[in-house]
């Protein structure tokens, strides 16, 4: 009975009859089928035209490399190793960094050597938290900052010199209710005084006219504040830089 080289199957013997070579036909059908197990026709079509040499063959001989592990290089488009080391490679750092926990609003710092902390993030215009552990945005330093100076009451600032003459009479007082110091410029003649006072009734003189020829009362009122022109002529020129 003669076989087969490899496999060993059972070679049709010439003149048997037609029963036993078809019982050695479907002996080696079936065993071609289970070495094949289940590969394809588009499997097989894979290996059309490869030119992998014995050699190359020979180097997945005895491989434990499962196919889904073979599937992890898939698309791969240059050597390994070389991507690898291009990489950048795992440090005391990194991993400090890597402990940090996420959260929206944070911003990482050094605390020291590869150790690391979290300060949070805020848009707050008014800076009303008062943390000690946040960071502003610029848009909110500048809000805060703009209605600070805002607040601030600068004579002169926003201000604008008004002729208030018709609306003030020698002898009365006024209170100044503009939110800022204002600064009053009086020319008239005849012996007179400026005054100021912060309650409309215990009164500081701050200056004096008198004599033949106009004579300048100046002085700065403060908010809220009165003042009022004691003496001198009902003929009066009175600017108010308000």
Do not use: C, H
């Not at 499997?43 to 001989?61: M, P, S, V, Y």
């Not at 003459?165 to 020319?187: E, M």
């Amino acid at each position: 009975m003669a076989t087969t080289t490899n496999q060993g199957w059972t070679l049709p013997t010439v003149g048997a009859s037609e029963d036993a070579w078809g019982d050695d036909l479907n002996a080696n059908w079936t065993a071609l089928d289970t070495l094949l197990g289940g590969t394809n026709a588009t499997e097989f079509a894979i290996l059309d035209g490869a030119t992998l040499t014995t050699a190359e063959l020979n180097k997945l001989a005895g491989l434990a490399t499962t196919a889904a592990e073979l599937g992890y290089v898939n698309g791969v488009t240059s050597a390994i190793q070389t991507q690898i080391d291009a990489k950048q490679p795992l440090d005391a750092t990194l991993t400090a960094l890597a402990a940090l926990a996420t959260g929206a609003s944070k911003i990482p710092y050094s605390t020291g050597t590869d150790t690391f902390g979290q300060l949070d993030f805020k848009d707050e215009d008014t800076m009303s938290s008062d943390s000690a552990t946040a960071v502003p945005s610029q848009q909110s330093v500048k809000a805060y900052v703009d209605a600070a100076i805002a607040a601030i009451a600068v004579p002169g600032v926003g201000q604008t010199r008004t002729d208030v003459s018709g609306s003030r009479t020698i002898g009365v007082s006024y209170q100044n209710t503009t939110g800022k110091p204002i600064f009053v410029n009086i020319l008239t003649t005849g012996l007179g005084y400026f005054e100021t006072s912060a309650n409309g009734s215990t009164w500081t003189r701050l200056a004096q006219t008198g004599g033949n020829y106009d004579r300048q009362a100046a002085s700065l009122v403060m908010n809220n504040e009165y003042y009022r022109m004691n003496g001198g002529t009902s003929s009066i020129y009175w600017v108010e830089l308000r």
